[in-house]
């Protein structure tokens, strides 16, 4: 699954960002079977999980970003967003979007999110 994240870049402290995630070649159908993640890696840390959201719609976040950061999907445009508000200096690191179906992950490029303070 071809995976293309866009949105990041340099944000001050308590600022908002928005990420996208598109599946191009990827039929809505399909992708509305996928399972939506996103998940980000600080500089000399592990890949983590920010926020997913299930086939039928029920979102997961990490404690970190409960009440700050919000997922949402569109499978007739094959697309998941992250919205990012109030963000913080530790929300600094490389934005992945993941697709989950039938246990296989396929994985975005990246995109990068600097919070300066």
């Known amino acids: 699954v071809l995976l293309v994240e866009s949105g990041g870049g340099l944000v001050q402290a308590g600022g908002s960002l928005r990420l996208t995630c598109a599946a191009p070649r990827t039929i809505f159908s399909v992708f509305s079977g996928f399972s939506m993640g996103w998940y980000r890696q600080a500089p000399g840390k592990e890949r983590e999980l920010v926020a997913s959201s299930s086939t039928g719609g029920s979102t997961v976040y990490a404690d970190t970003v409960k009440g700050r950061f919000t997922i949402s999907r569109d499978n007739s445009r094959k697309r998941v967003y992250l919205q990012m508000k109030n963000v913080k200096a530790e929300d600094t690191a490389v934005y992945y979007c993941?697709?989950?179906?039938?246990?296989?992950?396929?994985w975005g490029q990246g995109t990068q999110v600097t919070v300066s303070a």
């Open positions: 993941g697709a989950d179906q039938g246990g296989i992950r396929s």
